[in-house]
């Protein structure tokens, strides 16, 4: 599955998405999965913003080699899913490229359909998105300019969002497969901070795994 992050300028909210997605990946060894951001402002060429790239170490990530893209239909088209930070946005992602309403949605969106209805795949979660209507609104917003609290802040939103629902897909997907973290059980293996990580589930229903905080908490970098 290629899932597609979208935001305002890439360099905080999609890119954290981003690259929190390819460490979930590397750590259970999730090859079909991948991932790539843009913002619809982007601010093209820049690297992730400095609080958004600690951010991104504390939860387990590689902010290294990124630079921002501008969103071009082309990206929309090759994404199983795309996950939008605003509502605002993923009205635009749609405008851009029609077709891809039924896999394009904001994050807390996706997040929220799933854990109500049991849904464990894209097609599963557009088919109870008219049934599961949220009046009001599923929005990630914008550190840019604040302070580190507030990036770590979103740093946990999205991590608390989308982890659970990427192994869920993941699981729906391979229903025969264990998730369990690449160096688990080796004394040897290099140790890196731990990932926000759920059991997904295994069909189209029951309830999205709750995040247990207590033992799940993501690292945190100072801004020290």
């Known amino acids: 599955m290629h899932v597609l992050f979208v935001c305002s300028g890439n360099v905080c909210r999609s890119v954290i998405a981003e690259r929190l997605t390819l460490a979930v990946a590397a750590e259970h060894g999730l090859q079909e999965l991948s991932a ?116 770590c802040e979103v740093g946990d939103r999205i991590a608390e969002a989308l982890v659970p629902l990427l192994l869920a897909l993941h699981a729906h997907q391979h229903p025969q497969a264990t998730i369990q973290r690449r160096g688990a059980g080796d004394a040897d293996a290099p140790q890196r901070p731990a990932l926000l990580v759920l059991p997904g589930g295994r069909a189209d229903t029951g309830p999205l795994p709750e995040l247990s905080r207590r033992s799940a908490e993501p690292v945190r970098h100072s801004a020290g």
């Open 36 to 151: 790539e951001s843009a913002g619809v402002r982007a601010l093209v060429g820049f690297p992730a913003e400095p609080l958004a790239a600690q951010t991104i170490i504390g939860l387990g990530g590689d902010p290294s080699g990124f630079k921002a893209r501008r969103l071009k239909p082309e990206m929309v088209l090759r994404a199983d899913l795309v996950l939008t930070m605003t509502d605002k946005i993923r009205d635009q992602v749609r405008e851009l490229v029609p077709e891809a309403l039924p896999r394009t949605f904001t994050l807390l969106e996706a997040y929220r359909i799933a854990k109500v209805s049991g849904a464990r795949s894209v097609v599963g979660l557009h088919a109870a998105r008219d049934d599961l209507a949220y009046v009001g609104r599923e929005n990630i917003s914008d550190p840019v300019g604040l302070k580190a609290q507030q990036f």
